[in-house]
Every structure is written in C-alpha cells, then in structure tokens.
C-alpha cells in the first residue's frame, strides 16, 4: 500500500518560513516522480512544485520561483518543501503527490498517482 505522508505545515507569521517534508514507502521511493500542491478555501488545487527522479530536474509555479524550493532525499524516501518569506496569500492545505508514469515532471495533477492527505499552513499578517 502506498502512502504519502506531510507534516510540518502550522501557522506563521508572514516573513517567516517553514520547511514541509512528506515521507513516502510502499513504492520505490527512485522510480517516482514528486510534486507539490495546494489548495486555498473556495479555489481549485493548484501546482507548487516537482522535481524528477533522482531530483536532476526541477519546476516551480511562476509565483513562487525563488521563494519556494523543493528537494527530495532518496535515502530517506522523503520529499520537502522549503517554504521563505511567506505571505498570507501561501495560506493553504498543501499536498505532496507521487507519479509512475511522469515523463520528468508535471504540472499537472492528473499525472499523479499517489497522494497524501495533506498539511495546512495558516499565515498571518
């Protein structure tokens, strides 16, 4: 059975930064793609980040180039998502998902075959 598993979400304050991890078993951990994703109340999921097998390759939304980096450690079956200077607007439910099939990486979420239950970040202003 495979299982995605986020924490590290919280409340901050904004400027403050916060590091999300998800840890992965149940499929080998190489063989799949990773991405990130969010949704804020009353919008649609919409993409983070991801990053390849074996992490060569990486992709961010647009907004958040530079503010937001995702990194994963095959060792230990574990991807993150560094998060800096965050805003109110980063307020979300934040998802970590895994894809068999991705070609590198994806945008897309449809691509993704796994994911996890999710991790909410609250920031204040």
């Known amino acids: 059975q495979v299982q995605l598993i986020e924490s590290g979400g919280g409340l901050v304050q904004a400027g403050e930064s916060l590091r999300l991890s998800c840890a992965v078993s149940?499929?080998?951990?190489?063989?799949?793609?990773l991405g990130w994703f969010r949704q804020a109340p009353g919008k649609e999921r919409e993409f983070v980040a991801s990053?390849?097998?074996?992490?060569?390759?990486?992709d961010y939304a647009d907004s958040l180039k530079g503010r937001f980096t995702i990194s994963r450690v095959d060792a230990k079956s574990t991807v993150y998502l560094f998060m800096n200077n965050l805003e109110p607007e980063h307020t979300a439910v934040y998802y970590c998902?895994?894809?068999?099939?991705?070609?590198?990486?994806?945008?897309?979420?449809?691509?993704?075959?796994?994911w996890g239950q999710g991790t909410q970040v609250t920031v204040s202003s």
């Open positions: 149940g499929i080998t951990f190489s063989t799949v793609s």
């Open positions: 998902a895994a894809g068999t099939a991705v070609p590198e990486y994806s945008q897309s979420a449809d691509e993704y075959d796994y």
């Open positions: 990053t390849s097998r074996r992490g060569g390759s990486t």
